[in-house]
């Protein structure tokens, strides 16, 4: 992907090298994991995990540590690509009628507090309504390339884009009211009926990461062919199916919550090729899906 020459946005908050220290009550609300909690558990976040994230915490200390070089170009690339949303999405909510306001991405190492309680590094990058941020922890990034297995052997920036695209989606979600209707929707069903929402969710946040690389492409030509290739193959690896087979041995669709590689496929391509926003998963049959 090529950002050369790219702003960076004024809405990244650095807290890496921030500890936070130990918990008190519980305030969950609005959150939405990217879903590779399976690497470590082998299975779908549940409920003991979010009492984990619904941990109050304060920050304790800060440590200093010079970041490497690596690590200072993924966060000047995390950057310019969160500054790439805004400016596309900005010109799509124009286009609805709307006015978009961007969400903060906030970099951590290891926990971080949020206003949806404490999150760590290992459920890998979320949002949280509560506070409008994208959490990042940029080690997400290699423990991608070393776990997933992804086959492309370029730099995988693309696939990181979509990442942080994905994780905006759900604040696109949440602008047009989507996300919260879904939690009020999911509050009342039961366990199987709740993740069928939350795979409609996430198809929606691949579906508008697909959006937002349509319009990047149309106005910058920034994505090539190869770059296509590896967002898909990430795409591919991080479905519910793949994941809990890779991670256990067998998958169990009831509990899918992020939608199967397939279906993570589908919607992504999607939005690359039509950037039609009157498009939504919740305007499908579970079938169309
Ligand atoms: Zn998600």
Not at 83 to 107: C, H, N
Not at 223 to 248: C, F, M, P, S, W
Request: with cysteine.
């Amino acid at each position: 992907m090529k950002l050369e020459g790219r702003r960076e946005s004024s809405n990244v908050q650095d807290r890496r090298g921030s500890t936070v220290a130990k918990a008190g009550g519980i305030g969950l609300g609005g959150i939405v994991l990217f879903g590779l909690i399976y690497l470590l558990t082998g299975r779908a976040p549940d409920p003991s995990l979010l009492q984990q994230m619904g941990q109050n915490t304060e920050v304790s200390s800060q440590q200093q540590r010079e970041f490497t070089e690596e690590e200072q170009a993924l966060a000047k690339f995390s950057s310019q690509v969160l500054a790439s949303t805004e400016d596309i999405w900005t010109k799509v909510f124009q286009q609805m009628g709307r006015t978009y306001t961007p969400p903060t991405m906030v970099l951590y190492t290891d926990a971080v507090q949020t206003a949806c309680g404490q999150g760590t590094a290992s459920v890998g990058p979320f949002y949280c309504s509560g506070d409008q941020c994208l959490y990042i922890d940029l080690s997400f990034f290699s423990t991608m390339r070393q776990q997933l297995g992804i086959k492309n052997k370029g730099d995988l920036d693309f696939a990181y884009a979509y990442v942080i695209a994905h994780e905006v989606g759900h604040h696109v979600e949440y602008l047009l009211g989507i996300l919260d209707a879904a939690h009020q929707q999911m509050s009342r069903l039961n366990e199987t009926q709740a993740n069928k929402v939350s795979v409609r969710l996430e198809l929606l946040a691949d579906y508008y990461a697909g959006v937002w690389g349509h319009y990047e492409n149309a106005t910058f030509q920034s994505i090539d062919d190869n770059d296509l290739q590896e967002a898909i193959e990430t795409a591919k690896v991080i479905g519910d199916n793949y994941l809990q087979e890779r991670a256990r041995g067998y998958s169990s669709p009831e509990s899918f919550t992020h939608g199967t590689s397939a279906q993570r496929m589908k919607w992504l391509k999607l939005g690359l090729q039509t950037g039609d926003m009157s498009i939504s998963t919740f305007n499908v049959d579970e079938s169309q899906l």
